[in-house]
């Protein structure tokens, strides 16, 4: 299984770890997802949508916080990769992020799964 780091990026309150397993983009977003961080994340996507990585699988068991910026963020790389041929799938939410999920109704157009490693068995 190929597990190359491509990166990380820090902005405030959230840090982006992105690395390649397999062929999926394992993207984990630390801390609070919001209007003043969304940026971060979306870059970090839209760079392994760049780089060919259509499959993107978003680690959420580190993420604290998600506003409605935050999930626009996801349902557009949700587009983009969809468009690509792949797909966000997400994973280990925590309650407080999942429940946002639930409220927006989000949760339905999203593969969403309890673990990472059910998201990358998935492949």
């Known amino acids: 299984m190929d597990r190359?780091?491509?990166?990380s990026a820090h902005r405030g309150r959230l840090l982006v770890e992105v690395r390649r397993e397999g062929s999926s983009a394992v993207?984990?977003?630390?801390?609070?997802l919001d209007h003043h961080?969304?940026?971060?994340?979306?870059?970090?996507?839209?760079?392994?949508l760049d780089q060919g990585l259509s499959r993107l699988v978003i680690d959420c068991s580190r993420l604290e916080f998600c506003d409605s910026t935050g999930l626009n963020v996801l349902l557009g790389a949700r587009l983009k990769a969809e468009a690509?041929?792949?797909g966000v799938h997400l994973a280990g939410m925590l309650p407080v992020v999942a429940r946002v999920f639930e409220i927006t109704g989000a949760?339905?157009?999203f593969t969403v799964h309890e673990?990472?490693?059910?998201?990358l068995a998935t492949e």
């Open 4 to 7: 190359g780091t491509v990166g």
């Open 27 to 32: 993207v984990t977003p630390v801390g609070e």
């Open 37 to 48: 961080t969304a940026d971060l994340l979306r870059e970090s996507l839209e760079e392994c």
């Open 84 to 86: 690509a041929g792949g």
């Open 107 to 109: 949760e339905a157009v």
């Open 115 to 119: 673990t990472l490693a059910e998201a």
